[in-house]
């Protein structure tokens, strides 16, 4: 495994969307938690290769304290030459200090959740944040020579997507991850009865792959969009099903499973406080089949496709023969182009995974 996802839950304000692990800080809470993910980060070391991507997701790894920074930066894991390292940021959180400490640490590249350019969106967002903030930030940033990717929220309500886009634009990042809302159960915006808007939403992806496009910044994944060069490293092993380590609470891994009539495992840490009192990951083996399941799913989401022929070295598995009548039939309808052992999704098979994958899994069931 060369990649590893290092999970910081704190932040300075939890946004009513949000369904991730995340939590205020509190006398002591963050001093544990470096204790705890350096004694993991101890554990790890033995059998560790060097890394060539490293995330350091949240939360808001960019909220804590310079010292605290110095410490979740300087684990001690090895990185190859060139290693991409990524850090999350919130604008508010980033000044020109900071940014030169990052740099120092290794981090060169920030994903900065921006979410909108525009004040009256933000404030419906709960957002700590400004307009004028996120410009400060990323400008400062580029500056500093990181590459910088920012998070868009799209399709919401009252706002003017093309021009959040063209910020996006004018201001010169070479990676734009564009989502629309979702409002998962139990979140603030699920009790107070927000609703998705799937037209809106629609209209505000094809503006995105429009105005993005035409700047250069190609759609990459459902949700990504990058300029050649740009595209975001770590998660391309997420999304063609690769090995990777997790280390924090909630943090999830998926590695070789190394038993018999199994592909990988699963681990999954638990959150914070069960976490630092030392409780381990629960374990989800994964069983070739399920694998190749989850490899559709994850690539079919990407403009490279699945290697289909490459699944049936890694598993042992007869799949080309099953997939290929639904594959054909995708193809026929415009949603897939299929040919020398891969599966690569149209432009118009981006916008309707759900249909790419479906009939495929039914195939192999």
Not at 117 to 122: R, T
Not at 129 to 149: K, P, Q
Not at 197 to 203: F, G, H, I, T
Request: aromatic content about 6%; hydrophobic content about 40%.
């Amino acid at each position: 495994m060369t990649s590893l996802y290092v999970h910081v839950p704190f932040c300075p304000t939890i946004c009513p969307y949000c369904d991730f692990h995340a939590v205020r800080r509190t006398r002591g809470a963050v001093a544990a938690y470096l204790e705890r993910l350096e004694a993991e980060a101890r554990a790890l070391a033995p059998a560790r290769t060097p890394l060539r991507t490293l995330y350091y997701g949240g939360g808001t790894p960019s909220y804590l304290r310079e010292d605290e920074l110095v410490r979740l930066l300087s684990l001690g894991l090895p990185l190859e030459a060139g290693a991409e390292v990524t850090l999350e940021a919130n604008p508010g959180t980033l000044n020109r200090s900071r940014l030169a400490l990052l740099r120092s640490l290794g981090v060169n590249r920030l994903s900065i959740g921006v979410q909108s350019f525009q004040d009256p969106v933000l404030r419906g967002l709960g957002r700590a944040h400004r307009a004028r903030g996120a410009y400060r930030a990323i400008e400062e940033a580029l500056d500093a020579g990181f590459r910088v990717s920012i998070d868009l929220i799209l399709g919401l309500p009252g706002q003017d997507p093309e021009r959040d886009l063209k910020e996006a634009v004018r201001l010169g990042v070479g990676h734009v991850s564009a989502y629309t809302l979702i409002v998962e159960p139990g979140t603030p915006f699920a009790l107070a009865g927000l609703r998705e808007n799937p037209d809106r939403e629609a209209r505000a992806f094809a503006l995105a792959e429009a105005i993005l496009g035409e700047a250069g910044l190609v759609r990459y994944e459902v949700a990504n969009f990058a300029r050649p060069g740009e595209e975001a490293r770590h998660n391309q092993v997420y999304w063609r099903m690769g090995f990777w380590a997790g280390l924090g609470p909630s943090a999830a891994s998926h590695e070789p499973a190394g038993a018999p009539g199994l592909y990988a495992v699963r681990r999954t840490r638990p959150p914070l406080h069960r976490w630092l009192a030392g409780e381990p990951p629960a374990e989800e083996p994964i069983p070739p089949r399920e694998h190749v399941r989850e490899a559709l799913m994850m690539g079919l989401r990407t403009r490279e496709g699945v290697d289909v022929a490459g699944l049936e070295a890694a598993t042992g598995l007869k799949l080309w023969e099953r997939l290929r009548p639904a594959a054909e039939r995708l193809a026929e309808a415009g949603l897939l182009e299929v040919g020398k052992g891969r599966l690569v999704p149209t432009a118009g098979g981006l916008d309707l995974v759900h249909s790419l994958v479906l009939p495929l899994w039914e195939a192999l069931s």
